[in-house]
């Protein structure tokens, strides 16, 4: 058997922005993987699918042209140069489906990874993303990039749609509380929720995206200086314009005001929203009372992460 992971991921700065061309920050969640391993399944003709979270097992042949998965499978197969048969490719994630942390596409870098070591081959990880991509836009419609770049890389990333990613070099490792609603989040429908509030509004629109690429940037010279008081401040104010944006909801503004009153430097929601996670900026001394004031809030979950420049890798 040969197994491979990815990361997860979340973004600290710029959602919904980076769609329309502004700049973004993405960092890997390197504790929480999925994981994925490919079996040689002799004389089967097919290749069996297995995703024992969700329960399900089907044949490649027989998958639904909308499926991700299979997707990516076929492009990935094809690219290696290797026949669609006689596999059995299982994925199993820890990562929370619609929270914003990239799950689908943790789940196809993983599956990726696990089929280039299968057949021996060495991809970059700017090959890996581009293939994961694709199986993204089955998912999400129109995504910018963001998930497949941050995870591939496994790095922390300014990320720039239709550019190549810039790694970002970390000042002073940024402890994080991540902290789900409980709400699932379909980055699909929030996405173009904001398409069409763009097209009634086009000219408000643009200048909140300006306002959030501009934040982007100086938010990038403080996690090179390493300065979090700044930083927490931007991600109150980056939480400020996603408001705006029309995609938080009450379950993240109540998150995002708890975790800010025990005492995080900053907090806003992060990913499509409208449900998922917020995350919030602490200091080491303030992690424990924060995470214990969003539980004792309600979050279905919280995970905390220290963001530094060398995560752990794959
Ligand atoms: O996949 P999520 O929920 O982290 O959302 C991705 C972030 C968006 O900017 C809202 C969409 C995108 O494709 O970048």
Known sequence: MTTASACGKVILFGEHAVVYGRPAIAVPVSQVRAEAAVDPLPAAGDVLLETPDLGRRYWLAEADSSDGIAHLVRLALKELGAPARDLRISVRSALPIGRGMGSGAAVSTAIVRALCRHFGAHWPPEKV???????????????????????????????????????????APLPLIIADTGIFSSTREVVGAVREARGREPARYEALFDAIGKLVDTAR??????????????????????????????ALDQLVEIARQAGALGAKLSGAGRGGNIIALVTPERSASVESALRSAGAASTIFTTVTSHPRGE
């Open 221 to 250: 010279r403080h996690i090179e200086d390493g300065n979090l008081p700044a930083l927490g401040r931007l991600m109150d104010e980056n939480h400020r314009l996603l408001q705006e944006l029309g995609v938080s909801c009450p």
């Open 129 to 171: 993303s581009a293939l994961v991509f694709e199986a993204e836009k089955l998912y999400h419609g129109t995504p910018s990039g963001i998930d497949n770049t941050v995870i591939a890389y496994e790095a922390p990333v300014y990320f720039v749609k239709g550019q190549p990613p810039q790694i970002i070099a970390i000042g």
